[in-house]
């Protein structure tokens, strides 16, 4: 074979599909975008899945030596019509493509997910401090939305109508906040003080010595957006704070998703009667519990070997499930759950 020929040879491998990948229609398309905004000193890394029209050539989002990535056509057209949007907000030291397995199922599903990193709170730029600005972590998910909404090639396929938050953990209570709930600076008081038994995932904070009584303004920025008209909180922490004068004045949708119940529901993100009760306190409440299941259920599956890497690193267990759970059935559940409730 000549150089020239080899050349095109390895051009065509470089855009063709992955060996298959042709006959796999409903693979859903992914791009990414640069989110300009006044809040930031830099832009948002955002990314957008979505029905694609046809395919194009096949990467993985998400992979990485713990997790399981999903596969996706890399900047595909999207398909003809108008879909539902979801904004999707991640945890504290999260990222966009971390919920990889739930936005492309929801994309092939039919919708248009939209998410960003949020900086200061997410994989490798994480910040006890920083993490704590809920006005400046729901302005992002709102410029994101903003430039989307204004550029013809998304917008085009995209229903106004049907706009809807998804948030996990400090992703849940963001969207809340973009709901119009408001937090109380120093409504947290006592609820991480040292115990005998430490209220799990206030370790991060206590280790920086934030004082959980008194924080930033911005924890109680009034962060509505009016475009959305309804929401999902995945276990959402912080809710100890909402203040009661902004919870009846929510009335679209919300639906609230506890992982575990008994002894594997964290205190701290309890939305039930045992917890801070958020689900009757609203007006237009839902609250579902998927157990067996604990936290870290949302996250990725994780690899073989995953969990003794983590160990070996003395870092959080986010690999080891409750006895009884199976991670790939929660997260089919969060997603039949989330797909029932946009009406996908």
């Known amino acids: 074979m000549t150089l020239t020929l080899r050349a095109a040879a390895l051009a065509a491998l470089m855009i063709a599909p992955l060996p298959g990948a042709a006959q796999t229609a409903d693979l859903p398309?992914?791009?990414?975008?640069?989110?300009?905004a006044a809040h930031r000193a830099r832009p948002i890394a955002a990314s957008i899945w979505y029905p694609a029209a046809g395919p194009t050539f096949v990467a993985p989002v998400g992979d990485n030596a713990l997790f399981e990535g999903r596969p996706a056509y890399m900047g595909a057209a999207m398909a003809e019509g108008k879909f539902p949007l979801i904004l999707l907000s991640h945890g504290s030291g999260g990222n966009m493509d971390g919920a990889a397995w739930l936005s492309a199922e929801l994309a092939q599903r039919g919708a248009v997910v939209l998410a960003v990193n949020h900086q200061g709170s997410t994989s490798g730029d994480s910040?006890?401090?920083?993490?704590?600005?809920?006005?400046?972590?729901?302005?992002?998910?709102?410029?994101?939305?903003d430039q989307v909404m204004n550029n013809p090639e998304f917008s085009a396929h995209i229903d106004p109508d049907r706009i809807t938050s998804v948030g996990f953990s400090l992703g849940g209570t963001t969207v809340l906040?973009?709901?119009g709930m408001r937090f109380d600076p120093k409504g947290m008081g006592n609820a991480c003080k040292e115990s005998e038994d430490p209220v799990r995932g206030c370790n991060f904070y206590q280790n920086a010595k934030v004082n959980m009584a008194d924080l930033p303004e911005d924890f109680g920025a009034d962060a509505r957006d009016t475009r959305i008209g309804a929401t999902i909180a995945i276990d959402p922490g912080f809710t100890q704070a909402a203040r009661e004068?902004?919870?009846?004045?929510?009335?679209?949708?919300?639906?609230?998703?506890?992982?575990?119940?008994?002894?594997t529901l964290w205190n701290m993100v309890d939305?039930?009667?045992?917890?801070?009760?958020?689900?009757?306190?609203?007006?237009?409440?839902?609250?579902?519990?998927?157990a067996p299941a604990d936290h870290y259920g949302f996250l990725m599956n994780c690899k073989p070997g995953a969990a003794e890497i983590l160990a070996e690193e003395n870092d959080d267990p986010i690999c080891d499930d409750p006895q009884g759970a199976d991670r790939k059935q929660i997260h089919q559940q969060i997603i039949d759950q989330i797909a029932d409730f946009v009406n996908l």
């Open 245 to 263: 004068d902004s919870l009846s004045l929510i009335s679209d949708p919300v639906l609230l998703i506890n992982l575990g119940a008994a002894d």
């Open 29 to 36: 398309g992914y791009d990414r975008l640069d989110v300009q």
């Open 177 to 179: 906040g973009l709901a």
């Open 127 to 145: 910040s006890p401090r920083r993490t704590l600005y809920l006005g400046t972590r729901a302005a992002d998910l709102s410029a994101a939305l």
């Open 271 to 290: 939305v039930g009667p045992n917890g801070t009760d958020l689900a009757a306190r609203l007006p237009n409440a839902t609250r579902n519990v998927i």
